[in-house]
Antibody, heavy 121, light 107 residues
């Protein structure tokens, strides 16, 4: 059974930093692209970042470009999101998501429950 | 970047009604279109990929069609357990943009 467990969320002041982690199990982590998707409670889904299977290629939404960095440690089966220069509008639940099949152009399949990031003064 | 729109933003229908949700991409995305269902308080689940392929375990009352820029999600006979918000998403290339969602409830 695929399990994705996020951690690292919390309350941070504007301009601050957080590092989210996602511990993956139940599948061959090193074979799959991974994504971060965020959602403000009661609002829609927003794609944030993606990373290929070996970590050599990453992409970010324009809204977080230059501030967020996605990375992975395949030896530890863990996905990360380093979030710097946080803004109030980054407040959301952040989900770690696995794609359906090996390869980049694949829909999202398994979702973690998410970790809440609150940016407030 | 390609924008994704959905209509309607919400709808209310009776049990056993046929429900149709549309999704439009601002540029062609081939058939790289997925539909997700998000029930209240739950994470999203994949319903349909490649515009029309039902994910394993999804009831056959759900169907998808379209290619290029215009896509449709159909629920052939709405059931109470289908109350949810439905999102489309392009996955041909980054950014993997979601549509704004369509909230479906029972009249």
């Amino acid at each position: 059974e695929v399990q994705l467990v996020e951690s690292g969320g919390g309350l941070v002041h504007p301009g601050g930093s957080l590092r989210l982690s996602c511990a993956a199990s139940g599948f061959t982590f090193s074979s799959y692209w991974m994504h971060w998707v965020r959602q403000v409670p009661g609002k829609g889904l927003v794609w944030v970042s993606s990373i290929n299977s070996d970590g050599s290629s990453t992409s970010n939404a324009d809204s977080v470009k230059g501030r967020f960095t996605i990375s992975r440690d395949n030896a530890k089966n863990t996905l990360y999101l380093q979030m710097n220069s946080l803004r109030v509008e980054d407040t959301a639940v952040y989900h770690c998501v696995k794609v359906t099949w090996v390869g980049g152009s694949a829909p999202l399949d398994d979702w973690g429950q998410g970790t809440l990031v609150t940016v407030s003064s | 970047d390609i924008q994704m729109t959905q209509s309607p933003s919400s709808l209310s229908a009776s049990v056993r009604d046929r429900v149709t949700i549309t999704c439009r991409a601002s540029q062609t995305i081939g058939n790289y279109l997925a539909w997700y269902q998000q029930k209240p308080g739950k994470v999203p689940t994949l319903l349909i990929y490649a515009a029309s392929t039902l994910q394993s375990g999804v009831p056959s009352r759900f169907g998808g069609s379209g290619s290029g820029t215009d896509f449709t999600l159909t629920i052939s006979s709405l059931q109470p357990e289908d109350v949810a918000t439905y999102y489309c998403q392009k996955y041909n290339s980054v950014p993997f943009t979601f549509g704004p969602g369509t909230k479906v409830d029972i009249k």
